[in-house]
């Protein structure tokens, strides 16, 4: 594998070049802060989430058709995204009576 040593550019003074240079590196930094990487999805199993909540597998699929968890199927497999499950639960909020 050759390295290159030397870099020839004609009909272009060193300032030009180099005020390039910079203009391209800005340009570079800018479109890396505007792409993301895209989160990383975990899957779980319905065993897992019910030993995670202490529930039966029933109640967990009597919560799925309630819509209150959301499953997602893969020919027979059911899984669950470990992000929804962990903000399925709804802090309760009781009225206070006088």
């Given at each position: ?37 895209s ?11 019910a ?24 020919g027979?497999l ?8 962990d ?12």
């Amino acid at each position: 594998m050759a390295v290159l040593r030397q870099l020839q550019i004609e009909q272009m003074d060193a300032q030009t070049f180099n005020d390039r240079l910079d203009r391209f590196e800005k340009l570079i930094i800018s479109m890396g802060e505007r792409i993301s990487p895209s989160p990383i999805v975990t899957y779980i199993t319905r065993e897992q989430v019910a030993k995670k909540f202490g529930v039966s597998l029933v109640t967990l699929w009597s919560w799925e058709k309630a819509g209150i968890i959301q499953g997602y199927r893969l020919g027979n497999l059911v899984r669950y995204r470990e992000d929804e499950i962990d903000t399925a639960p709804v802090r309760i909020q009781y009225k206070k009576t006088k």
